[in-house]
């Protein structure tokens, strides 16, 4: 009887590269179309619902197809180096095959194939990194989530001008920020929506499991889940349409700058986050929102964190919500650096009262955002009177009254401010 050899090396990588290959594996959407003209493919995914790995297969086939002037553009140079291009498991270096892996130099922000291809890396922080340099190929990933989205995309599509067939793949959890509702209007974009269940084989049970319980049936469980770009919520007091139109680029010379917390006073997997949010005012009357900070954490993270802020932005006081941690709040904080000014205040019912007068700001066109803050704004916009109040937005609040001083004053020279349903004590 004739023995059956053992197939060779060669063979058991053809037959692992076909089992894995990424036409054998991907979901209906996930791979453009060869066919069709197109300028850019949006892809709106909910969470886990397999963008990123989308956007590296996109790469490293254009590779192939022999286009060599390629942009990685993510929302910080971490997120870049991270989630695009080393560390996260749909990376372009963990998918790559073994002879196209490129060589990456992060001090260079630069790949470079076998090939000769090369891909540069940029951020949505930094947009003018992006002017000077020519591309024809662009992959962009969770463009909703940049600092300066508008900036970003027009020097991108301005250098997105090499060969005969210039594409980007925009990878993205949707917000109906301007540059999205823009792009799927185009008739040169193809637009996909994606959700988290459609890649649930792909993803822990337990996972979906929990933020299925946390989102689902919800307005943002609609955006993060189903990838749906949802308008304000018309019974909402904040609105992004104000928010839009009073965006800055950068802030002018502030005279005072608050650092508001809103604490988790729980550290674990189902906790809150807490709200750490920057703001000043200018010598002109208006407020201006320069960070969010805000992290889910244990208390001892927490107060590092809004710790860090208060110093990196030069503040001159620490104002911390303590309905639920009193006294302890305030001796969290002051264990990381007992030198902080810090003002503890307490809200005793009704938080729309609150959030009412900062609300009346932004309709007078007195507060700025410095900057684009996705998750804060997602929560300002959504939120309506009589529900939970979000953490975020909370410290933004807090931040802004402390900043207009629109509470009262105690004899000790700090603001202490209790409010009940109908009464401003």
């Given at each position: ?83 695009m291009v080393e560390l996260g498991p749909s990376s372009i270096m963990k998918i790559a095959r073994p002879k196209e892996r ?252 609150r959030a009412e007068p900062v609300a009346a700001l932004y309709e007078q066109g007195r507060i700025h955002h410095v900057g ?18 979000p953490d975020r937005m909370d410290a933004l609040v807090w931040c802004i009254w402390e900043l207009f001083g629109l509470g ?18």
């Amino acid at each position: 009887m004739q023995m059956r050899s053992m197939p060779n090396v060669s063979d058991i990588d053809i037959l692992r590269e076909y089992v894995t290959r990424w036409t054998f594996l991907a979901h209906p959407g996930q791979i453009p179309p060869e066919d069709q003209a197109w300028f850019c493919y949006l892809m709106r995914s909910g969470r886990g619902g397999g963008k990123t790995r989308a956007g590296a297969e996109w790469i490293l086939k254009r590779v192939r197809q022999g286009y060599r002037h390629i942009a990685l553009i993510g929302q910080t140079a971490a997120d870049v180096r991270d989630t695009m291009v080393e560390l996260g498991p749909s990376s372009i270096m963990k998918i790559a095959r073994p002879k196209e892996r490129p060589i990456y130099e992060p001090s260079k922000r630069r790949l470079t194939f076998p090939n000769g291809a090369v891909a540069t890396t940029f951020t949505g922080e930094e947009p003018d990194q992006l002017r000077g340099p020519a591309h024809d190929t662009v992959w962009i990933d969770e463009l909703a989530k940049f600092k300066y989205p508008e900036e970003t995309w027009d020097n991108m599509e301005m250098g997105l001008r090499l060969g005969n067939n210039p594409q980007v793949f925009c990878t993205t959890t949707p917000r109906p920020i301007p540059i999205i509702k823009r792009l799927i209007k185009d008739p040169t974009t193809i637009d996909i929506r994606f959700s988290t269940s459609q890649n649930a084989e792909n993803l822990s049970p337990i996972f979906l499991k929990r933020i299925q319980e946390r989102y689902a049936g919800t307005r943002l469980g609609r955006q993060e889940l189903e990838g749906e770009v949802l308008e304000d919520n018309p019974d909402a007091l904040f609105h992004r349409e104000i928010i839009e139109n009073l965006r800055v680029r950068e802030a002018p010379q502030l005279i005072r700058v608050v650092i508001g917390v809103d604490p988790a006073v729980t550290g674990n997997e189902k906790s809150d986050e807490t709200g750490i949010i920057a703001g000043g005012i200018a010598a002109n009357g208006h407020g201006y929102i320069l960070q969010d900070a805000s992290l889910q954490a244990s208390p001892a993270e927490w107060a590092r964190a809004a710790i860090k802020t208060f110093h990196d932005r030069k503040a001159d006081r620490m104002i911390g919500e303590v309905n639920n941690g009193g006294d302890l709040v305030e001796v969290n904080i002051r264990t990381v650096d007992r030198n902080i000014p810090f003002t503890a205040v307490h809200a005793s019912r009704g938080k729309a009262i609150r959030a009412e007068p900062v609300a009346a700001l932004y309709e007078q066109g007195r507060i700025h955002h410095v900057g684009t803050f996705p998750e804060l704004e997602d929560q300002m916009c959504n939120w309506v009177p009589g529900g939970k109040s979000p953490d975020r937005m909370d410290a933004l609040v807090w931040c802004i009254w402390e900043l207009f001083g629109l509470g009262l004053k105690d004899e000790q020279q700090q603001r202490v401010y209790v409010i009940h349903d109908d009464t401003e004590i």
